[in-house]
Antibody, heavy 120, light 106 residues
Framework: QVPLQESGPGLVKPSETLSLTCNVSGGSVKSDWWSWIRQPPGRELEWIGHIYYTGSTGYNPSLKSRVTLSVDTSKNQLSLKLAFVTATDTAVYYC??????????????WGQGSLVTVTS | DIQMTQSPSSLSESVGNRVTITCRASQDISTSLAWYQQTPGKAPKLLLYGASRLESGVPSRFSGSASGTDFTLAISSLQSEDFATYYCQQYYTNPWTFGQGTKVEI
């Protein structure tokens, strides 16, 4: 088990920056790759991006221009920033641990999720 | 991006019955497919990976198979705790993409 817990403001104003953190307990943030995934209400899951503790990142091209991922190894914590948000960014945001498959990665542990609503 | 299309979008079944859910990839993804179960208000839970490999701790009534770009999740005997939404995910090519989900209802 690798408990993950997201936290951050539940409300963000349009055009501002959404900021979330994910605390990794029961393991080290240095041990794996980590992703952020979101789920708009009633919609499917969307992969946002991933990060390794060295700072190596990969982003979904659909969000790349607005997303910044970072990792704080001293706090065993991940961070997500999404700039210039609009109502379409309203979603539950998850952090997840990645596991390597033959070609890419899937997600074996997930946080409980953090609902972020973009509203003025 | 690789598109993942699930069918049906929802289904109703009774406890004890067999259920099958299909996921079709828009291009070849080998067997780089995972299945997740999500109950309301909860995070997704990994069920299978590699199209047919059962995750540790997942009941054996869950199984997966692949035929070309078509993938199937089967639940051999539906239990009350299996009523949930199921998602497939391809991990053949970045960006990793998910199906739209299949809701299994009583």
């Amino acid at each position: 088990q690798v408990p993950l817990q997201e936290s951050g403001p539940g409300l963000v104003k349009p055009s501002e920056t959404l900021s979330l953190t994910c605390n990794v307990s029961g393991g080290s943030v240095k041990s794996d790759w980590w992703s952020w995934i979101r789920q708009p209400p009633g919609r499917e899951l969307e992969w946002i991006g991933h990060i390794y503790y060295t700072g190596s990142t990969g982003y979904n091209p659909s969000l790349k221009s607005r997303v910044t991922l970072s990792v704080d190894t001293s706090k065993n914590q991940l961070s997500l920033k999404l700039a210039f948000v609009t109502a379409t960014d309203t979603a539950v945001y998850y952090c997840a641990k990645m596991r390597s498959g033959s070609y890419g990665y899937y997600f074996d542990y997930w946080g409980q999720g953090s609902l972020v609503t973009v509203t003025s | 991006d690789i598109q993942m299309t699930q069918s049906p979008s929802s289904l109703s079944e009774s406890v004890g019955n067999r259920v099958t859910i299909t996921c079709r990839a828009s291009q070849d993804i080998s067997t780089s497919l995972a299945w997740y179960q999500q109950t309301p208000g909860k995070a997704p839970k990994l069920l299978l990976y590699g199209a047919s490999r059962l995750e540790s701790g997942v009941p054996s009534r869950f199984s997966g198979s692949a035929s070309g770009t078509d993938f199937t999740l089967a639940i051999s005997s539906l239990q009350s705790e299996d009523f949930a939404t199921y998602y497939c995910q391809q991990y053949y090519t970045n960006p990793w993409t998910f199906g739209q989900g299949t809701k299994v209802e009583i």
